[in-house]
């Protein structure tokens, strides 16, 4: 097998996913063979492949002469039995492992021996789908993602009794199809879908908590974590058909693993139908495909008297009296606040009612600020009130905070606010992902930076912020709400704790 090119690829399965590996394979100097129990369904994945090539000519990605020769590689098959001179064959069909085993069978049948036999499953096990294989060492996953011809990235899965040289042959064909190729174990969710927990189940977990509204989340990890979408805006893109059995499945595959606990909002709104985009309703409303935000509430005039910062955080303390200065605020000086001064704390991992409690301050006036992300390099501000907190200084801090006109979102008292929850938990499931060795931490940040359009990869990510500081809000959260699932990865206790990368690899 070390040997093995790839020329002729079979593909099985004739959907989005079948025309998306057809069009780059076709493209990349492979002939390639479709098949598809229906015939219906080969004829339109070949005309789809033919509309699709003739639009890349008419924008100029590619000559009529190449987008010609492309379709030209594309062979339309009405029997498995077309497939026999295969140097692979990929099958792209329904998630069933039955009938993936059962298309194993028939295939082996009909392929040569050492032709490899590649899954595109995202969620079942290669270890599983070669049993009964005669040759499982040639059985392997091909994991790639919707739309193929623009996710660059693709999931090499090697199971137990797989052979590493067809892994390896399937890094080289990847690259020469113009993707990225990542390499991991056989493990629920193999990279992209595992680490994506982090940002969805705490996202749900946060709104189930009343903390905050599905758009104030969201705003909050886009504008101030700095991400694409948030999770309620990823789901309805995805469609909750498609996310909530993920959710399940890995939960279940991983025997209830606490960190990927499903919620039941999104049991409940998929049973009601409300799936996201594709059915004008999910987290949002759709009118003729565009997303219907709730009204932003106007920002508050009222301005606290004075306001004195909380020295319980060293740091913290220094980066609200910088940004409060800048504002052309002093702050109180003084190691306690005036009798009417708004109370100012800056928790981490923690909510703002013990920081009120363990500090000894009037609970009515505290108000947190999250800083966990510099504010330089954030575009909105979260605040964070106690049970007790009164309206006047919710809303003096509110219009404090917003008055250089950078929004502010006010949200419910919470462990860890919501960006220092959520992206902790995205960095702590990919240490896990490391530390278990599924991928190798490189692999890990760039299958994450491309599978899910992160700002950087998740270990690159806690390495920005500081593990340390990712630390102390896992710790916290872990100790304040005695959930399990905020237990920090010894990958991240032990490199924090030696003031190590998160991408260090042991020697």
């Not at 033919?50 to 009529?64: F, P």
């Not at 278990?436 to 931490?441: C, F, G, K």
């Amino acid at each position: 097998m070390s040997t093995l090119t790839i020329d002729t690829l079979g593909i099985v399965g004739t959907g989005a996913m079948g025309r998306g590996i057809a069009q780059i394979a076709a493209q990349a100097g492979l002939t390639v063979r479709l098949f598809d129990t229906n015939p219906q369904a080969v004829a339109a994945a070949r005309q789809y492949l033919q509309d699709t090539l003739a639009k890349l000519a008419d924008k100029g990605k590619i000559s009529s002469d190449d987008a010609a020769a492309t379709l030209s590689r594309v062979q339309p098959c009405g029997a498995l039995e077309e497939m026999a001179d295969c140097d692979m064959v990929l099958e792209a069909i329904v998630e069933r492992l039955e009938v993936k085993r059962d298309l194993v069978a028939k295939l082996e049948a009909i392929v040569r021996p050492d032709a490899v036999i590649a899954s595109n499953t995202s969620s079942l096990s290669i270890t599983a789908i070669a049993v009964g294989a005669k040759h499982p060492g040639r059985v392997v996953g091909y994991h790639f993602f919707n739309p193929v011809p623009l996710m660059k990235v693709v999931e090499v899965i090697d199971g137990l009794s797989g052979d590493p040289a067809v892994g390896d042959a399937l890094l080289a064909l990847s690259r020469r199809m113009g993707h990225t190729p990542v390499r991991c174990k056989d493990m629920p969710g193999f990279i992209v879908n595992h680490a994506g927990r982090g940002m969805n189940i705490e996202g749900l977990k946060a709104a189930q908590e009343g903390v905050a509204g599905f758009a104030d989340i969201d705003a909050i990890m886009r504008e101030q974590a700095g991400f694409r979408m948030g999770p309620f805006e990823l789901m309805d893109l995805t469609g909750l058909d498609v996310s909530h059995p993920v959710m399940e499945s890995i939960y279940n595959q991983f025997y209830q693993e606490p960190r990927y606990r499903p919620s039941p909002i999104t049991a409940i709104r998929q049973v009601g139908g409300l799936l996201g985009r594709k059915t004008g309703a999910g987290f949002y409303r759709y009118v003729d495909g565009q997303k219907q935000l709730p009204a932003t509430a106007p920002v508050p005039d009222a301005r606290p008297a004075s306001v004195w910062v909380s020295r319980d955080s060293e740091r913290g303390h220094a980066m609200v009296v910088k940004l409060l200065t800048a504002m052309g605020v002093t702050p109180e000086g003084g190691n306690a606040p005036s009798a009417d001064a708004l109370i100012v704390v800056t928790p981490l991992g923690l909510d703002a009612t013990t920081c009120a409690l363990q500090q000894g301050l009037d609970a009515s006036r505290v108000v947190a600020i999250d800083t966990l992300l510099p504010f330089e390099a954030t575009k909105r501000r979260t605040l964070m009130t106690t049970p007790a907190t009164s309206a006047a200084m919710r809303d003096g801090a509110h219009g404090l905070f917003a008055s250089d006109g950078v929004p502010v979102t006010v949200i419910r008292d919470s462990a860890g606010f919501v960006a220092q929850r959520i992206v902790s938990c995205i960095v702590n499931i990919a240490s896990d992902i490391a530390q278990q060795r599924i991928a190798t931490p490189s692999d890990i940040d760039l299958a994450v930076n491309l599978g899910l359009g992160y700002p950087k990869g998740p270990l690159a990510l806690g390495d920005a912020i500081g593990p340390q500081l990712v630390l102390e809000v896992l710790r916290n959260m872990e100790r304040l709400t005695g959930d399990m699932r905020y237990r920090p990865s010894p990958w991240l206790w032990r490199r924090a704790s030696l003031g190590l990368s998160l991408l260090t690899e042991e020697a």
